[in-house]
């Protein structure tokens, strides 16, 4: 049996911790008239067999990731409520997790949601349009509290780079720019809030370096900031220096990288750092509820011979997705 007790509520749980994971596309056995081709049970060859395979397989890693199981669950690329759904009450039963909740965007294949073990003390969609009224993918935010203090968690799956970097920047700098009003409104109203915003933003941490410079991009990092670039861009702080910045979130991945050449996604032959966890400023001190690791999730049984993601295979039904998890934690002094 894992733990049952809620941390931070009773006393007896000191971490919490918080895995994000985009799941590469877990799609239900029922015709929505949504799903990718490839995942339409009218087509012949995607059933129930294999939808419960890929929940199975999720849950393994879910249940390894960490002992017990993580306290928060964000996940991206599931296609809607029923999904996760069949994941907490067939696959993760008896762990403890009673509050989710996952987007419905109407024209889209995939969502992004929540599973947590701490009750939800509010959820809002965040829905995004561009100038010509265009939908694009939408931000979760949800609010915990834990004793005294609040805990906002944006989960977040930006336009990807289909059709080129460069051509598609715009929306995710329109994402950026969601997040950076939320954060100011938050913090406007409730000074000691503590945020995090994590998910697939399909951009590296470094993106504006890789891109020679030559454009903003919606992450833009600190290193490069003088005080009048990126007003839409998220700063992305390497240390203390730049942390009250309107807009500024620590990125771990500066120092995970300097330590050893990986990330959560392999492509070309290289690694990328697409999935992210970045820590407000009231989370970056020792006091109250604060940042304590970020790591990828690198279980020998989710990765190739070569060491790479172990990614879904429909064909053989087998392997977990093409990106690694992420785990935060978080801890109470």
């Not at 992210?276 to 020998?300: A, D, K, M, Q, R």
Request: glycine share 8%; aromatic share 10%.
């Amino acid at each position: 049996m894992c733990r049952c007790s809620l941390p931070f509520l009773d006393g007896t749980e000191e971490v919490l911790t918080i895995l994000s994971y985009n799941v590469q596309n877990i799609f239900d056995a029922v015709d929505n008239g949504t799903e990718y081709h490839e995942y339409d049970p009218s087509e012949g060859d995607w059933d129930e067999l294999l939808y419960h395979q890929r929940l199975l397989n999720l849950s393994e890693v879910i249940k390894a990731s960490v002992k017990g199981g993580p306290d928060i669950i964000a996940l991206q690329e599931v296609e809607n409520l029923h999904v996760v759904e069949d994941l907490v009450s067939q696959y993760l039963k008896g762990m403890g997790y009673e509050d989710l909740c996952v987007t419905a965007k109407e024209d889209s294949a995939v969502q992004i949601g929540f599973i947590s073990r701490i009750p939800f003390d509010s959820v809002i969609i965040h829905d995004l349009f561009t100038e010509d009224y265009k939908s694009i993918r939408p931000a979760l935010e949800v609010k915990l509290v834990l004793g005294t203090e609040s805990l906002y968690i944006f989960n977040n799956h930006w336009k990807s780079r289909l059709g080129g970097a460069l051509n598609t920047e715009e929306q995710r700098i329109m994402s950026a720019q969601i997040i950076r009003n939320r954060m100011d409104s938050i913090v406007k109203s409730e000074k000691d809030a503590k945020i995090v915003v994590l998910g697939d933003f399909n951009e590296n941490h470094d993106e504006y370096i890789r891109a020679g410079k030559t454009y903003t991009t919606a992450l833009y990092p600190d290193t490069e900031y003088t005080g009048t670039e990126c007003p839409e861009s998220v700063l992305l702080v390497t240390g203390n220096k730049n942390m009250k910045v309107s807009g500024a979130l620590y990125e771990p991945w500066f120092q995970y990288r300097a330590e050893a050449e990986e990330g959560s996604y392999y492509f070309n032959g290289s690694w990328e750092t697409l999935d992210h966890c970045l820590i407000g400023n009231n989370l970056w001190s020792e006091s109250g509820v604060h940042y304590s690791s970020f790591g990828v999730v690198t279980l020998p049984f989710i990765l190739s011979r070569e060491g790479t993601p172990l990614f879904w295979n429909k064909v053989k039904g087998t392997g977990y997705s093409d990106h690694l998890p992420l785990l935060l934690t978080l801890c109470k002094d």
